[in-house]
T-cell receptor, first 111, second 115 residues
């Protein structure tokens, strides 16, 4: 089955810096890769997703890149703000199937 | 358009009791997924259902756990004879019934505590 690895487990940056979180997946059949942000005690919120027919997608300060050959995808957050502090999860799936999540990255943005 | 609704938000049970967790998907969504999250960990898939059908239950323990999504009413995740290890946050997600690779939107979760 699918296995998703996520790095780093914790990431501390200064406000205004960029943050990059990386994930790798094992199942070449996976074709859908969402990213979720989860604040303490809250629901996971979808922040961006990418499908296998594109290599990059951007939404304001957030971008995701996908390398299907290498089976890895990354989340890029530019101009970080304290409210970006949260746990970020990558996931991989296909069609309507289950999502397999990474283990999460705790991002701390210091003012 | 209301989001995914889960209740209760918090549930306390003693060992050996039953826990029932409810999930109403977003309007227009007919795919429901249940995930479990232990403290400081990621989300683990449990079961995927459509109306009146279990599509994939590969992540759900074979004993004590069951799930349903009846024609009318919410999806129910049922845990019988709960044990301390069942303590976790249980999240439900739903996705639309058209197209492929549609995003899964999560509810606020049910935090289950076993005494």
């Amino acid at each position: 089955g699918e296995n998703v690895e996520q790095h780093p487990s914790t990431l501390s940056v200064q406000e205004g810096d960029s943050a990059v979180i990386k994930c790798t997946y094992s199942d070449s059949a996976s074709n859908y890769f969402p990213w979720y942000k989860q604040e303490l005690g809250k629901r996971p919120q979808l922040i961006i997703d990418i499908r296998s027919n594109v290599g990059e997608k951007k939404d304001q300060r957030i971008a995701v890149t996908l390398n299907k050959t290498a089976k890895h995808f990354s989340l890029h957050i530019t101009e970080t703000q304290p409210e970006d502090s949260a746990v970020y999860f990558c996931a991989a799936g296909s069609g309507f199937q289950k999502l397999v999540f990474g283990t999460g990255t705790r991002l701390l943005v210091s003012p | 358009n209301a989001g995914v609704m889960q209740n209760p938000r918090h549930l306390v049970r003693r060992r050996g009791q039953e826990a029932r967790l409810r999930c109403s998907p977003m309007k227009g969504h007919s795919h429901v997924y249940w995930y479990r999250q232990l403290p400081e960990e990621g989300l683990k898939f449990m079961v995927y259902l459509q109306k009146e059908n279990i599509i994939d239950e590969s992540g759900m323990p074979k004993e004590r756990f069951s799930a349903e999504f009846p024609k009318e009413g919410p999806s129910i995740l049922r845990i019988q004879q709960v044990v301390r290890g069942d303590s976790a946050a249980y999240f439900c997600a739903s996705s639309p019934n058209t197209g492929t690779d549609q995003p899964q939107h999560f509810g606020d979760g049910t935090r289950l505590s076993i005494l």
